[in-house]
């Protein structure tokens, strides 16, 4: 009787559903169930819940939820329907508390219940970390430990909580592994930066979406391997897949971190082909490309073009123009994103603050950072309090920046490479030795190993003159092993991106290089 009248349910429910549009509509839907149904069949309303649900529109869902906790019956059905419509709002504290009230109900819970409900755990995790374990202890208990989408879930889970030998057992266990599965692998392998084993998996895959693609694209490209990205995308190109958002979004960020402006055009051009260019995670990442390749126009051109604008993508076009040397115009578009309506985070100041120094606009500068929380709620962090240093070192205000230091930044000792960089940078520069020794010296007893910082004091006494204390700092670099990282060039030609590192062996070419340069100062006199 029950699963008669669930199935005339549907019936009922398919021509309204067709024309519900409305909340109204979805009320008219409720009353006819309330007529012909649900005094005889409660579980008939289980059909409004999950179609309400399922259309994602937010005030369906809310009357939904509204509907749910008024029932005097409430079955396994539509629990899972009310845990699956929480994650799809992003709240899990709600879902989990239905799979609560479930047990407290004594109720079935079934493979349909888990996969939203691990979701849930894993967005908790920070807070309620044990409970993932539990909900995995209460799924092997019911036998559902082959169930390769709560398997997916797990995995997922166990990776965000950075164990991946337990989600790497659990991948193992299951015979019959589908793309969804390998996916979820290679994703959590990227992102707990363990890059060559999620390689392996992509490579062993039977067969690969463009989901899986994504994911080993966005692994290298956490990992800062912005070459293999592109070389990647070129084998995904072949394959004849459609690349979707994600995906150019990482080409995007491996073109800007390479300067590879060809490459970067070509994947602008398949964004407007595809019709992505709305999509606002993909226009910030056109903007930030197009200025770390220093072409300001075109990306003020993408910026201005986007009909939605989030703070990510103010932040893009504030940092482009500062990170080019024109400060007033990255601090007109701050003032305009205020006038906008938008909230500058953290990172919005770290970019105007960054203005400010390299356009010498010292009390600008210390009026934002002064701003910061009080106007708009943004707590100073170690980056903006190595801007600030920055700021007044360059200006040469180098008392004011050490006195910074010791009432904010809580003395030399709780700095980082920036904040001391900035100052014994400006002490070189204003051969101010008082403060770049007392500095130093600091830096010495603590220890620190960062060679910039060394380098930085052995040029500041070498150039003052003090070569006892420029010998002293040689040694300690020396007797440490502290090492440069070899300097870096890319170049692009004919849209193929080439590296070269400072005595780089290996690079195929490299004999052909130093032949060439050291024919250079011969040709060089004959030309005189």
Same mark, same amino acid.
């Given at each position: ?54 259309? %994602? ?90 169930? %390769? ?16 030998? %337990? ?8 015979? +019959? ?222 008392? +004011? ?128």
């Amino acid at each position: 009787m029950i699963l008669k009248a669930v199935s005339e349910t549907h019936s009922v429910l398919t021509p309204f559903t067709q024309k519900c549009r409305t909340l109204n509509h979805l009320k008219e839907l409720h009353c006819q169930l309330l007529k012909l149904y649900l005094p005889e069949t409660p579980s008939a309303i289980g059909p409004l819940l999950s179609y309400a649900v399922n259309s %994602r529109i937010p005030s369906f869902f809310s009357y939904s939820h509204v509907v749910f906790q008024n029932l005097g019956y409430q079955s396994t059905f539509m629990y899972n329907t009310m845990i699956r419509g929480y994650m799809q709002s992003d709240l899990p504290i709600p879902a989990i508390i239905c799979y609560k009230d479930m047990l407290r109900d004594k109720l079935i819970v079934n493979n349909y219940t888990f996969p939203p409900l691990i979701k849930a755990c894993s967005m908790v995790l920070n807070e309620f970390g044990q409970l993932g374990f539990s909900v995995h202890a209460h799924s092997l208990k019911l036998g559902l430990q082959h169930d %390769r989408y709560i398997v997916a879930a797990l995995i997922e889970f166990y990776s965000l909580n950075l164990e991946m030998d %337990r989600a790497r057992m659990l991948f193992d266990e299951i015979p +019959d592994r589908d793309v969804v599965l390998f996916t979820t692998m290679i994703d959590g392998y990227g992102k707990v930066g363990e890059v060559g084993k999620a390689r392996l998996l992509f490579e062993e895959m039977p067969e690969r979406n463009v989901i899986s693609w994504s994911a080993m694209m966005a692994a290298y490209s956490r990992a800062s391997d912005f070459k293999k990205v592109l070389c990647l995308y070129q084998r995904m190109e072949e394959d004849g897949l459609k690349p979707n958002e994600s995906v150019l979004v990482s080409v995007l960020t491996a073109c800007a971190h390479l300067g590879a402006l060809a490459q970067g055009f070509w994947i602008h051009s398949l964004a407007k082909h595809y019709n992505y260019e709305s999509n606002p995670i993909l226009g910030t990442a056109l903007v930030d490309m197009y200025s770390k390749c220093g072409r300001m126009e075109l990306a003020s051109s993408v910026f201005e073009a986007m009909t939605y604008k989030d703070t990510g993508v103010w932040n893009a076009i504030i940092s482009g123009f500062a990170m080019n040397g024109d400060a007033m115009k990255s601090l007109q578009l701050f003032d305009r994103m205020l006038a906008s309506g938008y909230q500058p985070n953290e990172t919005t100041f770290v970019a105007v603050l960054s203005a400010c120094t390299h356009a010498n606009m010292v009390d600008k500068g210390l009026s934002l950072f002064g701003r910061m929380d009080i106007i708009y709620g943004v707590e100073p962090r170690s980056e903006h309090r190595a801007c600030v240093v920055d700021l007044l070192a360059r200006s040469g205000k180098l008392e +004011d920046a050490e006195k910074f230091i010791e009432e904010s930044v809580g003395g030399i000792e709780k700095g980082d490479a920036n904040v001391w960089g900035a100052l014994l940078g400006a002490c070189r520069v204003y051969g101010n030795l008082k403060i770049g020794d007392r500095i130093w010296r600091k830096l010495s007893n603590m220890k620190v190993a960062d060679y910039g910082t060394y380098v930085l004091a052995y040029n500041m006494y070498k150039e003052a003159g003090r070569e006892m204390e420029a010998k002293s700092v040689r040694k300690l670099i020396e007797e440490m092993g502290i090492k440069k990282q070899p300097g870096c060039s890319v170049i692009e030609v004919n849209g193929v991106v080439k590296e070269f590192l400072a005595s780089d062996l290996l690079h195929p070419n490299s004999r052909q290089v130093r032949n060439l340069l050291e024919s250079l100062p011969n040709d060089m006199h004959l030309i005189d």
